[in-house]
């Protein structure tokens, strides 16, 4: 292959192929295995993705991408950003470590779990730094340094990646008041200092610093800082440094970026190709330019040609040498290897090639640098020219269109949109006929999936037992949830969800315009992997989807039996999209498709239907330009999937781990009767909205964390319900708990839960 422009390679996924790392972590929290054999395991995966990109021809492969949970934490702990709370953990960095992402109860320790929430627009989840006023910075962790010195000894000259300064502090959140977190940075910057020190007398010779913030909308304070700092970075290290921006547009930071003393500057040319022209006139004749043109947050080959014209301006502009070929963002979104998809019943050949994993998304970087570089081989041009022909097969294909389903969507009028009555009119209708006490208590909607329920999928899938004794058996496991919730006095009850596998996939396999992987694995927190399914073509519902489940426990029950959706952004935010038409009008179809599913629940009987919403936070712009259009559409799209129902029937959503205190009225224009929210990591901040904002309809704020092993006290959760009451009419409150909880053991969703109904039972007689 003939050497062409530079590669470079923001970030590698860290969970292996298989899953190796989710294995062997969830392996050593439950004592299965050593911390030794954690470590190896890491050290593998490791030395595997250094080696893949090696062997490809990558230029700049990256270091301290790995991580056993989320990058954010790594760089807290880096700069010893503690919580007190964790203080008598210190003695042990690994247990320290793991008790910040998820808490820890037991051996006389109780200490809750740092926030989390969403990076970016993203359906990754990063842990979030907390600072105090008088907060302490100090070098505390040598991970960087250590993952750049055993690649080294594998012969592999890396770059490490740290997330930058002001990044970093923007990241996080004041748990005081009275100081802003930017006003650390004098504190911070000797720290980072260090840090880079460190990997300089290491022999590391570039840096990459990730600057996403630089792609949003920054005030004139940051911009200054963003001067300062980098002015004092370069003053400290001779290490080359990459500035790394990504998910958008540079837009009016083009300049301030292009200004700053770094070696590189990496844009994302897949969200916006747009920016290119301004950083080209603005970009210093001394900085390379890494021109992000390999989507790393989607599974669609790239068009090749497409990247080569960008390529080529870049190159007339700057010169080959200044030139490098990069993946839009790190490749943490998206699987590693299409190759592991051998069933073509789950994937067909014909969708299959118009598709690229992180492998071929590597093996893109190299061919287009080898194009672009002027001395293409033959074997080269003959893949371009096979690109293209893929490339225009997805778009005239037959599998991708659907009139009839155009043509509904399209039909669609304003009257579609909204429920029959206002809420004050429906909340009497609903209290009339379900008849709840005060402080109604639910779920959000699965229940644990054990490994016995989940060995029953693996044994139905692979043809063990019969789909007859596959339905006997998650019938009873879902009689017996049934039974459980009546015992302790659950208000509205849910089946559990036994039947499926994730709350996307088990949806987007019952739909038209969606197809699936078998090892399509991406992280989404710690070692929770979701397998996003595929949306390529037109979206329609053929037949009911969750009608037969719902039924079914409704008959084991005279108490409500929710209904139990996820809603069409959802679906739309947590799938790999197709990207030949507006993400509003796949949204719009798959909208009518769950519209069509909640009719027939109530025709069915069902009187609660939850339509969950998780994402419809992490699906808004960056930019806060692009919000409205946005939000007027996902909102719509919300309301067009539950407006068909009476005004009996009671609508609930669910958004969790996502701040959405700017967007609040947006929330209210969803109309849900009944919205439940991610609340107990942050103790209830994300309530505070609601002192000036007056939230028209019902709310169940989370009183406890379901992605924490620790079980809440009955004070701890009647406390949290009590500030709760501070902004919410009791008549409106519901207690419940942050997500579903189908990752825990039941143990503890026991205990909890059981907690949960005695502190609802306890405000009842306080509001008695």
């Given amino acids: ?112 779990a740092m926030e989390m929430t969403k990076w970016f627009d993203t359906n990754y989840h990063y842990i979030v730094p907390e600072f105090v006023k008088d907060q302490h910075f100090a070098l505390s962790s040598n991970k960087a340094v250590d993952e ?12 490490p990646v740290i997330i930058g ?17 930017l006003d650390l940075i004098d504190r911070l910057l000797p720290v980072y200092a260090a840090q880079l020190k460190a990997l300089e007398e290491a022999g590391a010779q570039w840096v990459q610093l990730d600057e996403p913030f630089l792609a949003l909308d920054i005030d004139d304070q940051v911009k200054k800082l963003y001067v300062r700092v980098y002015q004092e970075l370069r003053r400290q290290t001779r290490l080359k440094i990459v500035l790394t921006t990504y998910f958008s547009g540079l837009l009016d930071n083009t300049g301030l970026a292009a200004g700053l003393p770094v070696d590189a500057l990496h844009i ?4 916006a190709p747009q920016q290119l022209d301004a950083v080209l006139a603005e970009l210093p004749a001394n900085v390379a330019l890494s021109l992000g043109v390999v989507d790393g947050r989607n599974i669609w080959k790239n068009n090749l040609q497409q990247s080569l014209d960008l390529i080529a301006k870049a190159v007339a502009r700057l010169g080959a040498d200044r030139v490098w070929v990069a993946g839009s963002s790190s490749f ?35 061919l287009l640098s080898e194009l672009a570089g002027g001395s ?68 959000i909607g699965s229940f644990p999936q054990t490994k016995e329920v989940r060995s029953w999928r693996a044994k139905a899938r692979k043809g063990e037992i019969t789909a007859a004794e596959y339905d006997r058996l998650l019938k009873d496991e879902t009689a017996r949830t049934v039974r459980w919730q009546e015992e ?17 996939e088990y949806f987007g396999e019952q739909l038209k315009g969606f197809t699936f992987t078998q090892n399509g694995w991406v992280q989404s927190y710690g070692s929770r992997c979701v397998k996003p399914p595929v949306i390529f073509g037109d979206v329609s519902r053929p037949v009911p989807m969750t009608v037969e489940w719902s039924k079914y426990a409704q008959s084991l029950t005279q108490k409500p039996m929710k209904g139990m959706l996820t809603g069409p952004v959802t679906i739309l935010e947590w799938s790999f999209v197709r990207n030949d038409q507006p993400r509003s009008e796949t949204t719009k179809q798959i909208a009518l498709a769950i519209r069509d599913e909640v009719v027939d629940l109530e025709s069915a009987g069902i009187q609660v239907i939850q339509i969950d919403e998780p994402a419809i936070r992490e699906g808004l712009p960056l930019r806060h330009a692009e919000w409205d259009a946005y939000l007027k559409w996902a909102v719509d799209s919300f309301r067009l999937s539950a407006a068909g129902v009476k005004d009996e029937t009671q609508i609930h959503t669910h958004m969790c781990y996502s701040e959405f205190n700017d967007i609040i009225e947006h929330i209210a224009r969803m109309d849900a009767d009944v919205i439940t929210i991610e609340c107990s990591r942050s103790q209830m901040e994300l309530l ?26 009955v004070d701890e959760i009647t406390s949290l319900l009590r500030k709760a009451q501070a902004y919410i009419p009791t008549e409106r409150l519901w207690v419940n708990p942050d997500c579903g909880l189908k990752t825990r053991g039941w143990e503890e969703t026991k205990a909890a839960l059981v907690n949960m109904l005695a502190a609802a039972k306890q405000l009842r007689k306080e509001n008695a």
């Fill in 376 to 443: 293409a081989s033959g074997a080269a041009k003959q893949q371009l020219a096979q690109n293209q022909a893929d490339i225009a097969d997805r778009a005239s294909s037959a599998l991708i269109h659907d009139a009839a389903v155009k043509q509904r969507a399209a039909a669609v009028s304003t009257k579609d949109y909204d429920r029959l009555s206002a809420y004050p009119e429906r909340a009497a209708k609903q209290r009339a006929r379900l008849k709840l006490p005060l402080f109604p208590t639910t779920t």
């Fill in 332 to 366: 943490l979104h998206v699987p590693y290897d299409l190759e592991q998809e051998k069933n073509e019943q789950k994937l067909p050949a014909a969708i299959k090639r118009w598709m690229a994993f992180t492998y071929q998304k590597v093996q893109e970087l190299a």
């Fill in 688 to 713: 505070d909205v609601f002192r000036d904002f007056r939230y028209p309809n019902e709310i169940g704020p989370g009183v406890y964390d379901i992605h924490s092993a620790r079980v809440p006290s």
């Fill in 488 to 504: 302790i006095g659950l208000d509205v009850l849910v089946h559990g969800e036994f039947e499926r596998n994730d709350m996307v």
């Fill in 148 to 159: 750049y010195k055993e690649a080294k000894a594998l012969g592999i000259e890396t770059k």
């Fill in 1 to 112: 292959m003939s050497k062409g422009l530079k590669t470079n390679v923001l970030g590698f996924p860290r969970v292996g192929a298989g899953r190796e790392l989710k294995k062997a972590e969830e392996a050593f929290w439950a004592g299965k295995i050593t911390r030794d054999e954690l470590e190896a395991t890491a050290r593998d995966l490791r030395k595997s993705n250094w080696q893949r990109q090696q062997a490809a021809g990558i230029d700049l492969i990256p270091s301290n991408d790995f991580s056993f949970y989320d990058q954010v934490l790594d760089q807290t702990l880096a700069v010893g950003a503690i919580p007190e709370r964790y203080n008598s953990l210190k003695g042990d960095a690994l247990e320290l470590y793991f008790a910040m992402a998820h808490g820890q109860q037991g051996n006389g320790k109780d200490v809750i």
């Fill in 165 to 181: 300064p002001i990044t970093f502090l923007l990241l996080g959140k004041e748990k005081e008041a009275g100081f802003s977190r």
């Fill in 268 to 271: 994302d040319l897949v969200r």
